[in-house]
């Protein structure tokens, strides 16, 4: 089954504690992304990725890296998470930079 | 702040067509107009998208204004597993989208 698959899909951690969420899709696609979503906020884009070894910054970057050594793979790393990073987060792929992405289940992050 | 603006919610009754307007007046020419929708707190699912031509799916209709500034998305026979947030979202390569507050559609019997 196509699809992409998030971990994990819920955390509870604290201040300063490095995590990573990993995200990986088995469609081949070239394109990845990360969003969060917050209340009254809608989904905003943290960074993208157009293909192995290529990332590049969304909306909201700060306080993320990204890393993109294969090309299923597309994690999301939180070096030292604050609890403004609390948040819904989702990953999504697509075949080609302009086609339909498909999203992950969301990984629900709480900082404390 | 999103490039569109649509309304913040809007009720169909079950069975009945549903259509959800779309404001993109500052799109650029080679911007799509890209829908997907959220149902409570899952991953967004796309619906459909299109450049300059009305586009057709098994989900749904997209109607696009010839001057691009506005757009339609029709769900031609509503159920009630359609109550969710509509994303109306302009864009080129995917590396600017906003997804925005969406429209929140109430299917009711």
């Known amino acids: 089954e196509a699809q992409v698959t998030q971990n994990p899909r819920y955390l509870i951690t604290v201040t300063g504690k490095k995590l990573t969420v990993t995200c990986s899709q088995n469609?081949?696609?070239?394109?990845m992304s990360w969003y969060r979503q917050d209340p009254g906020l809608g989904l905003r884009q943290i960074y993208y990725s157009m293909n192995v070894e290529v990332t590049d910054k969304g909306d909201v970057p700060e306080g993320y890296k990204v890393s993109r050594k294969e090309k299923r793979n597309f994690p999301l790393i939180l070096e030292s998470p604050s609890p403004n990073q609390t948040s819904l987060y989702f990953c999504?792929?697509?075949?080609?930079?302009?086609?339909?992405?498909?999203f992950g289940p969301g990984t629900r992050l709480t900082v404390l | 702040d999103a490039k569109t603006t649509q309304p913040p919610s809007m009720d169909c009754a079950e069975g009945r067509a549903a259509n959800l307007p779309c404001n993109h007046s500052t799109i650029s020419g080679n911007e799509y107009v890209y829908w997907y929708r959220q149902i409570h707190s899952q991953g967004p699912q796309y619906i459909i998208h299109g450049l300059k031509n009305n586009e057709t799916n098994e989900m749904a209709s997209l109607i696009i204004t010839e001057d691009r500034k506005s757009s339609t998305l029709i769900l031609p026979h509503a159920t009630l597993r359609d109550t969710a947030v509509y994303y109306c979202?302009?864009?080129?390569?995917?590396?600017?989208?906003?997804f925005g507050a969406g429209t929140r559609l109430t299917v009711k019997p």
């Open positions: 999504a792929s697509a075949y080609i930079p302009a086609g339909e992405q498909f």
């Open positions: 469609m081949n696609h070239e394109y």
């Open positions: 979202i302009a864009d080129y390569n995917n590396n600017d989208m906003r």
